[in-house]
């Protein structure tokens, strides 16, 4: 293996990792489901909370997979070609 290519493989850990990270730190939308048939009794206030941190935590999640996507192929490219 060249340096590149190490490089390359602990950049996929860490993105793999971070990946995970905010994915369990998303909320859990099972809970957002079961307000359709009124089994919840949340006030407006309940639902607003947090709207900031769960659209700021799909963004990252969003750049995070097409980085994953990205380094994936690149490293494939450099596996082939070098």
């Known amino acids: 293996m060249t340096g590149l290519q190490i490089a390359l493989s602990v950049i996929l850990i860490i993105i793999s990792v971070l990946l995970?990270?905010?994915v369990l730190l998303q909320k859990n939308r099972q809970a957002d489901a079961s307000a359709i048939n009124g089994s919840t009794s949340n006030s407006f206030f309940d639902k607003t909370q947090?709207?900031?941190k769960d659209s700021a935590l799909e963004k990252l999640t969003v750049i995070l997979g097409v980085a994953l996507l990205v380094v994936v192929i690149v490293t494939i490219a450099v596996t082939l070609f070098v």
């Open 50 to 52: 947090g709207r900031g």
């Open 20 to 22: 995970i990270i905010v």
